[in-house]
């Protein structure tokens, strides 16, 4: 299967930041948001985001755009 991507996909690498609805920051890279903190995240985001918890090193990956959807990445 060949590999295709969104419009969403096509934008642009900045390191601009955002802010989400629930008042999050992230960076954007193509269609996927990029978030950092401490602890654990309990946030809505969008499907597919990052988040990488700078004190315990770990990063997790929501995959289903809602609070409880994020999972650690093993």
Not at 15 to 39: L, N
Request: aromatic share 8%.
């Amino acid at each position: 299967m060949a590999t295709s991507q969104s419009d969403a996909d096509k934008k642009s690498v900045s390191m601009i930041t955002k802010v989400d609805a629930g008042g999050f920051v992230f960076t954007s890279i193509g269609g996927i948001h990029i978030y950092s903190g401490v602890g654990a995240p309990n946030h809505v985001s969008s499907k597919g985001a990052l988040y990488v918890d700078t004190n315990a090193g770990k990063l997790y990956v929501n995959a289903t755009g809602l609070a409880n959807g994020w999972a650690e990445a093993t």
